[in-house]
């Protein structure tokens, strides 16, 4: 039976070892040959000698990358820097890599964003590109598992959809059939059906498709969203789930340190207590304070969001935003309905999360469909869910991918995309 890299610590010296992987290098002297074998779970020294290793005189042929299984003993008299080698019997090809590579594994000159992702299936192979997907697998995990002990139920809503969620100007069009139909941009309109359809709790990880043009380090044109909706709650039940959930799926990923490199998440600080918040109005006067100028309305700019984060050294809520700014769906706050019970989760000047208590009076939501220039009866089949008893919910939408952007600290989503979608890019 093969085993892995990392079961070799737990073998002794001599024993027979099977292992599989890729050549990452090789260094051929007169009678002797070094190869570093890698699998997922790191690196090991191969010695093959003339007298030891049955066709000694093709190694030195083989190409970098090529497939590998190793048969021989371990030893641990050794230079090597791991402290163990294998003494090899036999090298076997499984399948040959040609030469050269379109880019290199371990070359030290690193490759641009755009080499690497056309040759994603080499960039991957790099232990420290994985490692960022394998902090996602774990985060997720953690998420998941805490929003399934909290009683949510994991659903999967169309992504093939009638109408828009987040504003027309941003849709991928789909001719279906004898239709026009549309890439769903957020779960939202679903999730919300489902709070009258009385699951109570409903929780979905899901693509979300955004036909934005501009070429940004924080955008992508298809994202994974973590979506979640609550019956019988307001925002502040939202912010408080989201900020549970947020440190769960921290948590999750630091006890269980993906293997293969030294992991980050070392460094990662598990965020403690409540995430602070300050209001939308707030940060125009902390704007102010700091010389900016913000009419009441408007979007915070790039700048502007770093320099309200600057304050806050981990997660914080920016509430309250204008109705204005927020879409159809979003719940007026009684009393002052010139802003929402919304609220976004950032960090720094990333928004990772944006959520609402929504509008449960389907009069009030029809009101508010139209005055965003939208027509009710496109909505139909929604605003049906609730005229039949639609209790109270709320929930949020957060991009997965710019929250393993700002806990590995990337400069660029793509990096936390396994094929990203972009302006430019619909391949791999
Ligand atoms: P919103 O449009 O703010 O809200 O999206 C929610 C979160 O999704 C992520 N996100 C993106 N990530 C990468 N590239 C993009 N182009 C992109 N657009 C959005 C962000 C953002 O905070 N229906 C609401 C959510 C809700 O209220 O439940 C919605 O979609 O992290």
């Not at 006067?285 to 050294?313: C, N």
Request: proline letters at 6%; charged letters at 25%; aromatic letters at 10%.
């Amino acid at each position: 039976m093969p085993i892995t890299v990392s079961e070799l610590k737990n073998k002794g010296e001599g024993e027979e070892i099977l292992l599989n992987g890729w050549l990452q290098e090789i260094r051929n002297l007169k009678k002797i040959s070094f190869l570093v074998l890698r699998d997922h779970t790191g690196t090991i020294q191969i010695t093959a000698k003339p007298d030891l290793t049955e066709n000694y005189d093709s190694i030195s042929q083989i190409t970098r990358e090529t497939v590998l299984s190793v048969h021989g003993n371990l030893t641990r008299k050794t230079q090597s820097k791991s402290g163990i080698e294998i003494l090899a019997k036999s090298v076997k090809v499984l399948n040959e890599a040609k030469s050269p590579l379109p880019l290199g594994i371990i070359d030290p000159v690193g490759a641009d964003i755009e080499t690497r992702l056309t040759n994603r299936f080499l960039d991957l192979r790099k232990p420290e590109v994985a490692l960022i997907f394998r902090t996602e697998s774990e985060l997720l995990w953690g998420m998941r598992e805490f929003f399934h002990d909290s009683g949510f139920v994991e659903v999967h809503t169309p992504k093939i959809v009638a109408a828009a969620t987040e504003g027309g100007a941003d849709l991928f069009q789909v001719q279906y059939f004898e239709k026009q139909a549309f890439l769903n941009q957020s779960p939202q309109l679903y999730k919300e059906i489902l709070i009258s359809a009385g699951l109570n709790r409903v929780f979905e990880v899901g693509p979300a498709f955004r036909a934005e043009k501009h070429n940004t380090p924080r955008h992508l044109n298809e994202f994974t969203s973590i979506d979640i909706e609550m019956g019988f709650a307001d925002h502040n039940d939202a912010m408080h789930m989201l900020q549970e959930g947020v440190k769960s799926g921290i948590r999750h990923l630091v006890s269980h340190a993906p293997v293969s490199t030294a992991p980050p998440s070392a460094k990662i600080q598990i965020p403690e207590g409540n995430f602070p918040r300050i209001t939308y109005r707030e940060c125009i006067k902390k704007l102010e304070s700091k010389g900016e100028k913000v009419k009441f309305g408007e979007d915070f700019t790039p700048e502007q969001l770093k320099l309200i984060g600057s304050e806050f050294t981990s997660f914080y809520f920016i509430t309250e935003w204008p109705s204005s700014l927020r879409a159809f769906y979003t719940q007026p706050k009684p009393g002052d309905e010139v802003v929402s019970n919304s609220f976004d989760l950032q960090y720094r000047e990333y928004e990772i999360t944006s959520g609402a208590q929504r509008v449960h009076d389907p009069l009030l939501l029809e009101e508010r469909l139209k005055s965003k220039g939208l027509n009710p009866e496109d909505f139909s089949f929604y605003l049906n869910a609730f005229r039949y008893g639609m209790p109270p919910h709320a929930g949020w939408g957060l991009g997965l991918e710019r929250l393993v952007l700002i806990i590995l600290n990337l400069q660029n989503i793509r990096e936390a995309t396994l094929f990203p979608r972009d302006r430019t890019r619909i391949t791999p």
